[in-house]
């Protein structure tokens, strides 16, 4: 008997000791924290937003985020990472993806996987999503597509972003006006008229961007908001965002310092062998 009541008591006193030991160091976790619209619309765009939580004591660094997004789900603006290079412990960061939805789905609950990476520690989770048949045929729905930056952005330098402002369902959107506006960059002229938007249509519109000089390199979003008039002249105004890469003023430089590719000057040569055949021996 006496046995028995010190081995419950060395139980008791190692059981909070293997709990104390657990949470040292950092254990990230990811929660599905809500999407919007609910349900998700067939043919249109939700934004679903997740929580990465640090349960460990220490410090959690360069923690790698990726969605993987099977039908009926997809990700516009091609952005499936994210990165947070700190989470402290027992802290938590909001992250959030633009979805877009098959227009062909059908109602029911679909399921979508999120990777967390941190060293050599990975875990994966499937979280899932109600999804509905858009019904509505004057319905449209405009959001901004990322296509490019050019030059690459870099803190102090000026970049042209390319968006594509598109209509993903069945009405026609008119009128169409595009604003952007981000925390990190001065925008030259942030208001664009965009025009009429039929079903499945889009125009490319480009922004002229200052980036400011304290920016760190990293994934930025920019702000794009549509406004426009449907069928019945109601105004309808949206909100979506874009993701700019910003690479340091250094990485800047090289790019811009690299070496013309030897297949440049091969095409040249060869544009120049074939203008002496040609025009030049004959005379």
Known sequence: MKKIVAAMIAIALIVPAIVAVSTIGSIVDI??????PFPAGAGTVTTVYFDVVNKGQELAR??????????????????????????PGSDSKRIEYSILINQNAKNGTYTMTIESLEGNFKKTKNFNVTVRETTSFNKADVVPLFVKTDPEPYPTGTT???IDITNVDRGTAFYVIARASSGIAEIDRNEIFVG????????????SLKIKDSV??????VNITTVYKDKNS???????IVYM???????????????????????????????????VLPV
């Open 62 to 87: 360069n923690i790698t985020i990726t969605l993987v997004t099977p039908y009926p789900f997809s990700l516009p603006n091609n952005d499936p990472e994210r990165t947070i290079m700190m989470l």
């Open 31 to 36: 929660s599905l924290a809500k999407y919007a």
């Open 216 to 221: 760190a390199p990293g994934l930025y979003p």
């Open 196 to 207: 009429t938007l039929e079903p499945n249509d889009f125009v490319s519109t480009d922004f």
């Open 245 to 279: 890469k910003v690479i340091s003023a250094q990485e800047a430089r090289r790019l811009e310092s690299a070496p013309t590719p030897v297949w440049i000057y091969i095409i040249y040569l060869m544009g120049l062998a074939i203008i002496v055949k040609f025009a």
């Open 160 to 162: 042209t972003l390319t």
């Open 234 to 240: 109601n105004e309808i105004e949206q909100s979506g």
